[in-house]
């Protein structure tokens, strides 16, 4: 495997960007290591951080590269700040460069499969959320949605203000006084009209600890989706023993990948 620093500028955001990229590589007698490649388009996975992190935060603590290795699949990590991958009220449009201009350029420079099949987008905690969103609101990019540590949104409620002072400044510059009901910013909505009009289905994988705090919020995300009649969208949730915590999201970042059902290469030349 490779991993690529990615600094471009960013037409969207009007500046600047760093993305982190994992890129499959067949190589011979790389001790420990199966790597290989595929035939035709390479598959994506969209992979979003946390609120406390940056671009290179799964790559340091998790072994993401390793379990992408054998399935010929790169791995995209972009940065987002404490965006909430939202086009902000008082900040950069971060859902619009995520869902918008991010694969048009990743898919520009490595020639990534730009087929619905091929791309996946999953995240933790911020990007748990985040994944929801921009996967509900452009069904017709991504085939699975892997949300761990988050619910369908980790926004407080509109009608209720968040407890902690800096909680509610950050909410405040991220929608400001927005409407947010039938936007992007309303996955519940999203998921309602993908079923309604027909559009394509992502298949989610949905995963929080028992002892997480975003427990009660992933709870109400998975009365939601099993509300859903004859379960369109193959929504399994898991629930484990364990918290916010990397050992978990390395543990069930595996997961994801086995649900979204990437054979290994038989092509390996260790």
Not at 30 to 45: F, K, N, Q, S
Not at 135 to 144: I, R, S
Not at 203 to 211: E, L, P, W
């Amino acid at each position: 495997m490779a991993l690529v620093k990615v600094n471009f500028g960013s037409r969207v955001l009007g500046m600047d960007v760093t993305c982190d990229v994992i890129l499959p590589q067949k190589a011979t007698r790389l001790i420990g290591m199966e790597t290989a490649e595929r035939e035709g388009g390479t598959p994506v996975l969209w992979l979003l951080h946390g609120a406390s992190d940056d671009e290179t935060i799964w790559q340091r603590r998790t072994s993401i590269e390793r379990y992408a290795a054998p399935l010929g699949l790169a791995v995209v990590m972009p940065g987002v700040q404490l965006s909430s991958y939202a086009d902000m009220a008082h900040g950069g449009k971060y859902y619009t460069f995520v869902s918008k201009e991010l694969p048009e350029v990743m898919h520009a420079f490595f020639g990534f499969s730009m087929k619905r099949e091929d791309n996946f987008i999953a995240g933790l905690s911020m990007g748990g959320a985040g994944c929801m969103k921009i996967g509900l609101a452009n069904p017709e990019k991504y085939a699975a949605i892997g949300c761990m540590s988050a619910g369908i949104t980790n926004r407080a409620p509109t009608k209720r203000r968040p407890k902690d002072a800096r909680a509610a400044k950050r909410q405040e510059m991220t929608y400001g006084n927005r409407n947010l009901v039938g936007t992007e910013e309303d996955p519940e909505y999203q998921a309602k009209s993908i079923i309604a009009e027909g559009k394509p289905i992502p298949r989610i994988y949905h995963t929080c600890g028992a002892s997480d705090f975003l427990t009660e919020r992933a709870h109400y995300t998975r009365d939601f989706f099993l509300c859903f009649e004859g379960n369109p969208f193959d929504y399994t949730y898991e629930e484990d023993p364990g918290a916010h915590t990397w050992e978990y999201w390395d543990e069930h970042i595996q997961h994801f990948l086995k649900f979204i059902g990437l054979e290994a290469q038989s092509d390996i030349r260790n």
